[in-house]
Structures are given as C-alpha cells and as structure tokens.
C-alpha cells in the first residue's frame, strides 16, 4: 500500500471536509424549510416563480441547477400544497407554465427572510475576499467533479448488463465446475 504524501493527505482531508459540509448544510437547510412544509429545493422553486412570475419548468431547471425530472416532482409537490399553478402554454401543450398562488407568493416573501438570514449566519467569521475567493473556485470543482469517472461508462443500462453478463458468465461456471469429475 502506498503511503499518502503530505500534499495528497491534504487535499484528501479537504474532499472530506467539503463532502461533509455539504451534508451538513443540506440537513440544515431542509430543517429551516421544515416548519414551512418544505425541503430547501421546493422553498427555492417556489421563491424563484414568485421571482420570474411565469416560468416553464425546463427553465426553472435551468436556474435552479437541477434536471427536470426532479423540478418536476418538486412543482407536483407545490402544486398539491396549493403554492403554484400550472398551465398549459398556448402554442405547445406539452410544455406548461408554472404560476405562484396568493398563498405562495405570501409564503416566498418568509421564504427570502429565511434564505437571506441563512446566508447571513453562513458566512459570519469568513472575510469578504475569502468568499470571492471561495466563488471563484467552486466552479472549476464542479466542473471537475462532473468529469470524475468520465472515461469509464455512465450508462446504468450498460453497468447493469454488465454486472448480470458476469453473473451468468460465474453461474456457469459454477455449474461446470460441478459438473467436472472429482479428483479426490
């Protein structure tokens, strides 16, 4: 086993670190958002259509940083609560536009009370430049975390043919394996 050199124990420590607070800052979150009824992914849906006062979801997606399947469940979700609406677009019925109800723009405006006091308390003891500084990079780790992987193949299709091609491929030759003469 090779021994980790002490730049390597350092970024190791750091992954560790970022992978930890962001559980932490999502369990947070979600507990703030909790006496709402909300996880923090639908109080920021809601807030953004309160925002954009007409929006699809494919758009929504796109400002939220999420994909659509997810938004979607989260705007069904909404929409049962009676915080938004949706309506069909005029010149494509495929696609719908998502509205705020009275009762959700009501909500949004405690919602932007919420989220400005969490960024407040976030942020307390960290100097203005280490934020900018932080701003700057976390767009080149998540560039690069996306591309963790890469080469290898994404498809869950593939990996799951794969796994079950290994096992028929074990399967049978455990069966020829007892069905080869003894030789004790």
Same mark, same amino acid.
């Given at each position: 086993m090779e021994? @980790?050199? #002490?730049?390597?124990w350092s970024k190791d420590l750091l992954v560790s670190w970022l992978f930890q607070t962001c559980i932490k800052l999502q369990t947070s979150l979600d507990r703030c958002f909790l006496r709402y009824g909300l996880t923090v992914q639908e109080a920021t849906l809601l807030v953004r259509c309160v925002?954009?006062?007409?929006?699809?979801?494919g758009k929504l997606a796109a400002i939220v940083g999420r994909d659509?399947?997810?938004?979607?469940? #989260?705007?069904?979700? @909404?929409?049962?609560?009676?915080?938004v609406t949706r309506e069909m677009y005029a010149r494509d019925r495929r696609c719908s536009?998502?509205?705020?109800?009275?009762? +959700?723009?009501?909500?949004?405006?405690?919602?932007?009370?919420? !989220?400005?006091s969490i960024r407040t308390e @976030? !942020?307390? +003891?960290?100097?203005?430049?280490?934020?900018?500084?932080? +701003?700057a990079m976390l767009p080149q780790l998540h560039k690069n975390a996306s591309k963790i992987n890469s080469r290898?193949?994404?498809?869950? #299709?593939?990996?799951?043919?794969?796994? +079950?091609?290994?096992? #028929?491929k074990m399967q049978a030759h455990s069966r020829v394996s007892l069905n080869a003469p003894s030789t004790f």
């Open positions: 021994v @980790l050199t #002490a730049q390597a925002e954009k006062q007409r929006i699809t979801p659509k399947g997810k938004v979607t469940r #989260a705007i069904d979700r @909404l929409e049962s609560s009676r915080l536009i998502i509205r705020a109800t009275r009762k +959700g723009k009501q909500l949004a405006r405690d919602l932007t009370y919420v !989220f400005d @976030l !942020f307390v +003891g960290i100097e203005e430049s280490d934020v900018l500084q932080l +701003g290898q193949e994404s498809d869950p #299709a593939r990996r799951r043919r794969r796994i +079950g091609t290994h096992r #028929a």
